[in-house]
């Protein structure tokens, strides 16, 4: 017996040479591009006020009078945020007008990183950071969903990807020029500013992004009923242990430049800019492949991935030879980030708007647990190398969930026919 899933060869089949389609209602916006630069300024919003606190981490611990180590928490505090607000949030927002709940999303954004600028001891600005991480998972899956519906059935995974582009170029533009200003000017205006972008984005998004509804038929339990599906753990637990390996270089990468390259300080922001770089590449290869098969390029990124955690620990001591590696990391983590993000919109069924926002509290674990594991080796006495090596592992386990999934879908699949 033949059954009409069988027939439209869904994209989560791994033997598919195509993305499928993204199940959500064809909205028409008078201006495609504008209306996506809208969605990835927001993008450009959260990818700044994330990783700027890394950068202004010194000025931030004297600020509120506490170590560099317990300041750190800081950063902590928003990934908890992004754990915790993205089901939640999606779970609330599902049945909202999609427009009207990214203008919400932002204006809460705007309002915790303002929250943030103004705190004035360490306990405020923990639950500032908190807050400010509330809206971003839930913030990325409705702008997916919002580029999906605006794009030809052919472009979905170009328009998601246009999206995550605007993360990845404030790893290249934002992040640097809040540092400069937080530098200058005092660590709180890299939080006003990136109040301001939110606000920005806010009025793009009203301006430019055309009426999208939302879904009348949603409920707390039809979209709860995401977590029943297998192949959706299956794929958070894909993005949150394959994708760790990419923080487990990440973190670690200014001692490794100086110490084990050789290289000076003034080496590190060259890797940070080719790490920021490759988000780039990545992200924009990212949607292109995901148009030929989704399921594909995540395998293709989980595996180079691998690769290229090994080669940078080969290539680490050799100075400027790692410079490429580096690129490359962050070019394959970009493909794994968008894939996994239509993958989570395709194998959701009809909790999409759950499903699209839960990639980032999956990546927001991939950060703590690869961070995590790679001081637990650096600890051990095994060298500021080793992160490379859990990277590898990390890759490779990550690799072994997706073709676990994909024997489990191919059985899933055999026994409908049977």
Known sequence: MTTTAETSAPPAD???????????????????GLAVLALAMGGFAIGTTEFVTMGLLPQIAAGVDVSIPTGGHVI?????????GAPVLAFLGARLPRRALLVALMAAFAV?????????????????RFAAGLPHGAYFGV???????????????RAVSLVMLGLSVANV?????????GQELGWRAAFWAAGGLAVLTLGLVVWLVPSVPGDPGASGRRELSAFKVPQVWLTLLAGAVGFGGMFAVYTYIAPVVTDVAGLGERAVPV????????????TWLAGIMADWSIFRSLIIGGVGMAFTMLAFWVAAPHGWAALPVVFLITTLGSVLVVNLQLRLMDVAGDAQTLGAAMNHASLNIANALGAWLGGLVIAAGWGLRAPALVGLVLSVAGVAILLLSAALHVRGRDAVRA
């Not at 533009?173 to 200003?181: D, Q, R």
């Not at 890797?271 to 990545?282: I, R, W």
């Open 112 to 128: 915790g990183n303002a929250v943030s600028a103004l705190a004035t001891s360490y306990e405020q600005l923990m639950v500032a």
């Open 173 to 181: 533009v934002g992040v640097p020029a809040a540092t400069v200003l």
């Open 76 to 84: 902590s505090a928003y990934a908890v945020g992004v754990v915790v």
């Open 14 to 32: 791994p033997s598919g040479s195509r993305s499928g389609d993204v199940d959500v209602p064809a909205v028409t916006a008078r201006h495609f």
């Open 143 to 157: 702008a997916s969903l919002v580029a999906a519906s605006m794009a030809r059935p052919s472009h979905k995974g």
């Open 271 to 282: 890797f940070l800019l080719s790490f920021g770089l490759g988000m780039v590449a990545g």
